[in-house]
């Protein structure tokens, strides 16, 4: 099947194009060798992992602020882990996070070949909920950002997704129109059925094959996007 009339694709950024698992895991590795020895970093993923996710959600709805998510993910991590360590080292931790983040740059396998693709065909954007500054910083340095017209971010855009007005936001930028466009992303909630109720197409990257509605399109791997555009 392939979409038709669709001018404008719409990509989320971490876990959709850029390697947010592995990108963070490095970072976490090179704090920890310099600080935390002793802790091993598979442990300390194996529990930061979903507590992220869960401290994600709640950013996305507003239920706590940009500062609260740094910190409360190390915190119920290490908690998790029986590891003490003073707030001082946690604030500083989460510092150091994020300057470190975006140093690595894995894209997910097929990232620069699908954007190669599509971008003789299509105009290509971002709209992601991550941090302005950081999200700028990964998309120049793992060099995709010559792909794309226009990066929403929740930030400028005053939402996050599944938000409708951020998707308002991005099509205002792009000056597109949605009928003509689509999204793309990992998460189903924000990502997917927030551009379908907000009236965009949209598929869900599912690379680990998790649960689906049956009325949800998925692609397991980028390149899986040349069957539907």
Not at 72 to 88: C, G, H, P, T
Not at 123 to 133: C, P
């Amino acid at each position: 099947m392939k979409y038709k009339n669709i001018q404008h694709v719409f990509f989320d950024l971490d876990h959709t194009l850029w390697d947010f698992d592995k990108n963070s895991e490095m970072a976490f590795g090179t704090i920890f060798k310099q600080n935390h020895p002793e802790i091993a970093i598979a442990d300390f993923i194996e529990k930061y992992a979903p507590i992220n996710q869960a401290c994600w959600k709640l950013y996305q709805y507003d239920k706590i602020t940009h500062q609260e998510l740094r910190y409360k993910r190390l915190k119920e991590s290490f908690d998790a882990l029986n590891y003490a360590i003073s707030d001082q080292a946690i604030h500083q931790m989460a510092e150091d996070y994020i300057t470190l983040l975006p140093d690595n740059n894995h894209l997910f396998d097929g990232a620069i070949e699908i954007l190669e693709y599509l971008n003789s065909k299509y105009q290509l954007h971002i709209i992601t909920n991550g941090f302005a500054n950081v999200q700028y910083k990964k998309i120049a340095n793992s060099k995709i950002d010559t792909y794309f017209k226009t990066i929403t971010n929740s930030e400028m855009a005053g939402v996050k997704k599944p938000n409708p007005i951020i998707y308002q936001h991005a099509l205002d930028l792009a000056k597109a129109q949605k009928e003509h466009s689509i999204m793309i992303g990992d998460c189903l909630e924000a990502d997917v059925q927030g551009a379908l109720d907000f009236g965009m197409e949209a598929l869900f990257f599912n690379p680990n094959k998790e649960y689906k509605p049956e009325n949800i399109i998925e692609i397991n791997h980028l390149l899986d996007l040349k069957n539907y555009l």
